[in-house]
């Protein structure tokens, strides 16, 4: 095996951004054929602004100057403090030439130079996956299912249909429909309803629970704005109490406003039992239909143990793209 050498590098240096491209769409391709290619644009943002604004670091692996092999790490200050999430993905023409273990010990060696003792990392479920993941003693903690909603194959009428019952199912409820960021009068509100994800399952992931604050709520928002995209909030509050119950977001892609990828979709559990997650998310449906005409799709991400969930997505033509091993390590 030839010796790589593995470079950090940022959102500004153009030329590693189109190699870690160059790898990622080269394994999605064989990998994940239904995955959409990656853009230097989407890597830039996603390098520069985060996901909340905190930013992963990331590392491409070079042969003579050839891109062979690319790695992240990513860790967060507001939670789970003893935990980085790794990435790492070797080009298809250069598997099983040990890159892929050459890269792993790297992140890892980075890991433990932030003080992290351990980590997370994922991949389509695959035989060679798993073989991978035995050498290196990292253990399954949870399956996570990718699906895919085609607008275009929508039963409208079928969606119609559940959103009057789910309305009328929860007639203490009033929605609210909102692009962009939330106002600052109603931000701590936001915050504390977004905390209601962490009832989400997580199986036998080591993981503690998400720690919300107006901070990374905004953070968040401002994100995905910065990168280009466009945000879409529905949410639900009480009408007596004027809680706010549950909501569902929605993300259009900037660069390609065809693709939407769902985010967060939850309920406050006090609240629940009205319906209120088929009515945001057929309500959401309904509003994109009308002011986002151009979408194509919406693709979105459930533990496989999410029964409820689950439930609504394929009640409203969510179907199955691939399965992807969520696995864990302790340092």
């Given at each position: 095996m030839a010796s790589m050498e593995i470079?950090?590098?940022?959102?500004?240096?153009?030329?590693?951004?189109s190699q870690y491209v160059?790898?990622?769409n080269?394994?999605?391709?064989?990998?994940?054929?239904?995955?959409?290619?990656?853009?230097?644009?989407?890597?830039?943002?996603?390098?520069?602004?985060?996901w909340d604004g905190e930013v992963e670091t990331p590392f491409v692996g070079l042969i003579d100057g050839v891109p062979v092999a690319t790695g992240t790490v990513a860790t967060s200050e507001y939670d789970n403090l003893h935990i980085a999430?790794?990435?790492?993905?070797?080009?298809?023409?250069?598997?099983?030439?040990?890159?892929?273990?050459?890269?792993?010990?790297?992140?890892?060696?980075?890991t433990k130079a932030q003080g992290r003792t351990s980590i997370?990392?994922?991949?389509?479920?695959?035989?060679?996956?798993?073989?991978?993941?035995?050498?290196?003693?990292?253990?399954?903690?949870?399956?996570?299912?990718?699906?895919?909603?085609?607008?275009?194959?929508?039963?409208?009428?079928e969606i119609e249909?559940?959103?009057?019952?789910?309305?009328?199912?929860?007639?203490?409820?009033?929605?609210?429909?909102r692009e962009g960021r939330t106002p600052d009068d109603e931000l701590d509100a936001m915050t504390a309803m977004t905390a209601a994800i962490n009832d989400a399952p997580t199986d036998d992931l080591d993981?503690?629970?998400?720690?919300?604050?107006?901070?990374?709520?905004r953070g968040y928002e401002e994100a995905q704005l910065a990168r280009g995209d466009?945000?879409?909030?529905?949410?639900?509050?009480?009408?007596?109490?004027?809680?706010?119950?549950?909501?569902?977001?929605?993300?259009?892609?900037?660069?390609?406003?065809?693709?939407?990828a769902q985010h967060d979709t939850s309920v406050v559990g006090t609240h629940r039992g009205h319906r209120l997650g088929m009515l945001l998310k057929t309500d959401m449906n309904l509003w994109l239909r009308d002011v986002q005409p151009q979408l194509t799709e919406i693709s979105t991400w459930n533990a496989e143990s999410n029964d409820f969930m689950i439930g609504v997505n394929e009640a409203i033509g969510y179907r199955i793209l691939g399965r992807e091993l969520e696995l864990q390590k302790v340092l």
């Open positions: 470079v950090r590098f940022g959102p500004d240096d153009a030329d590693r951004l160059e790898v990622t080269a394994a999605r391709a064989t990998d994940s054929p239904w995955s959409h290619p990656a853009t230097v644009k989407g890597f830039e943002g996603r390098f520069r602004y985060g999430w790794l990435g790492l993905t070797v080009h298809p023409d250069q598997r099983r030439r040990g890159y892929g273990t050459t890269m792993l010990e790297h992140l890892v060696a980075e997370g990392t994922d991949g389509w479920d695959s035989a060679a996956l798993r073989g991978f993941a035995a050498r290196h003693g990292l253990t399954e903690g949870s399956v996570a299912v990718q699906r895919r909603q085609v607008l275009a194959d929508l039963d409208w009428p249909r559940l959103h009057a019952e789910s309305t009328a199912a929860a007639s203490a409820y009033e929605l609210i429909r993981i503690e629970d998400e720690v919300f604050t107006p901070e990374r709520v466009r945000l879409f909030r529905v949410f639900a509050r009480h009408r007596e109490s004027g809680e706010l119950a549950g909501h569902s977001v929605v993300v259009v892609d900037g660069e390609r406003p065809h693709l939407g």
